[in-house]
C-alpha cells in the first residue's frame, strides 16, 4: 500500500479519556473491550461523543510487556450531569503539528503505515515528539467488510535541527564512508570525540557507538570569519554518527539555523552554502546506502 502523508494539526476540543493497560498479545481484544467501556462511561456522564474514537500507545508494542494506553473520543456536553466513571476524565486537547496517514483494509498489515511515518518523518526535516495515536475513522461498527476499514495514524513532530540519513552499514564502515563523503564536498575533519568511550570513562556510563565529528570547509570558514569574527563560535559544523540497531543514522547539524540565532544576515549565504554542501554529502551516503 502507498501511504500518503502530510503534517497537518490535530483538531483541538474536549475529549474524553481512559486510560488503561493493554496485552500486546491481545491488544485487539484489549482495545476493543476498553473502547466499549469507554463509550458506556461517557454514555454515563451523559456525554455527546463527536467524533471517532482514537487509541494513543504510550509504550512500544514489545510480546510479553503490558502496553499503556489512552483511548479517547471528542465529546460535546450533554444533558446528564454524571460524574465519570472509574480512571475516565474530560481533557481540553490543543492542536498540535503531527505527520498523519491513513491505513486502509484491516488492522493486520497497520504496521506499513508506521514504518511509512517513521521513514517519511526521518527525511524529511523533522522528529517525533510524542507516542503515536491511531484514530478509528471506519471500522467494525460502521462498515461490514474489513477491506473498508480506515484508520488515521499520526505521530506529533517538530522540525529536526538536523540533516539525517540513516544507512545499513556497520558503525565503522559508516564512520569511514561519511569522513569520505565530507572530503568529497570539501570538509576536512577537524575534531573527532568518542563520545560512548568519553562516557564510560568519566561516568560509567553506557551508550551506543557514538562519535562526533568537527567538519570545516576552509573557504566557507575563511569567509564566515571576514563577516563576523564571532562567526568563530559557530565552527566546526557538527557530524553526529551513532549506531541505531543493524544501521547507523548520521547527521549534521544545520548551520541554517545557528546563524539565524545570531541575527547576521551577511552569514546567511556562507551557511546556506554549507547547509547544501553537508546535505549533498548526507544524500550520498543514501544513495550508495
Not at 489512552?70 to 490543543?94: C, F, W
Not at 496517514?101 to 518523518?121: C, M, N
Not at 461498527?141 to 535541527?161: C, E, F, K, L, Q
Not at 541505531?244 to 540565532?261: M, N, Q, S
Request: proline content about 8%.
Amino acid at each position: 500500500m502507498s501511504y500518503q502523508i502530510e503534517v497537518t494539526g490535530t483538531v483541538p476540543g474536549a475529549v474524553y479519556e481512559l486510560h488503561r493497560v493493554v496485552r500486546p498479545e491481545y491488544v485487539g481484544d484489549d482495545i476493543g473491550a476498553g473502547l466499549a467501556e469507554l463509550y458506556a462511561e461517557v454514555e454515563a456522564a451523559g456525554l455527546h461523543p463527536a467524533g471517532p474514537p482514537s487509541v494513543t500507545y504510550l509504550d512500544p508494542l514489545v510480546l510479553g510487556h503490558p502496553v499503556n494506553v489512552d483511548l479517547g473520543v471528542p465529546v460535546t456536553p450533554g444533558t446528564g450531569h454524571a460524574k465519570p466513571g472509574t480512571g475516565g476524565r474530560v481533557v481540553g486537547r490543543h492542536s498540535r503539528p503531527v505527520a498523519r496517514t491513513v491505513h486502509h483494509g484491516d488492522y493486520t498489515g497497520i504496521a506499513a503505515a508506521y514504518q511509512a511515518l517513521e521513514e517519511w518523518i526521518f527525511t524529511h526535516g523533522y522528529r517525533s515528539a510524542g507516542p503515536p495515536t491511531e484514530t478509528y475513522l471506519a471500522g467494525p461498527d460502521t462498515v461490514p467488510d474489513a477491506a473498508g476499514y480506515r484508520t488515521a495514524v499520526y505521530v506529533p513532530v517538530v522540525p529536526s535541527i538536523g540533516i539525517s540519513v540513516r544507512v545499513a552499514d556497520g558503525f565503522a564502515g559508516a564512520v569511514e564512508r561519511t569522513r569520505k563523503a565530507l572530503r568529497e564536498v570539501g570538509f576536512g575533519v577537524l575534531t573527532e570525540i568518542d563520545v560512548r568511550a568519553t562516557l564510560r570513562e568519566k561516568i560509567g556510563a553506557e551508550l551506543e557507538d557514538f562519535l562526533i565529528l568537527g567538519a570545516c570547509n576552509p573557504q566557507l570558514a575563511k569567509r564566515a570569519l571576514d563577516a563576523d569574527r564571532q562567526a568563530g563560535l559557530l565552527l566546526p559544523c557538527t557530524v553526529a554518527v551513532r549506531a541505531d540497531g543493524d544501521a547507523t543514522v548520521v547527521e549534521a547539524l544545520d548551520p541554517t539555523i545557528l546563524v539565524r540565532a545570531t541575527g547576521l544576515p551577511e552569514l546567511d549565504p556562507v551557511a546556506t552554502e554549507a547547509r547544501e554542501r553537508l546535505a549533498a554529502a548526507l544524500a550520498s551516503l543514501r544513495a550508495a546506502g
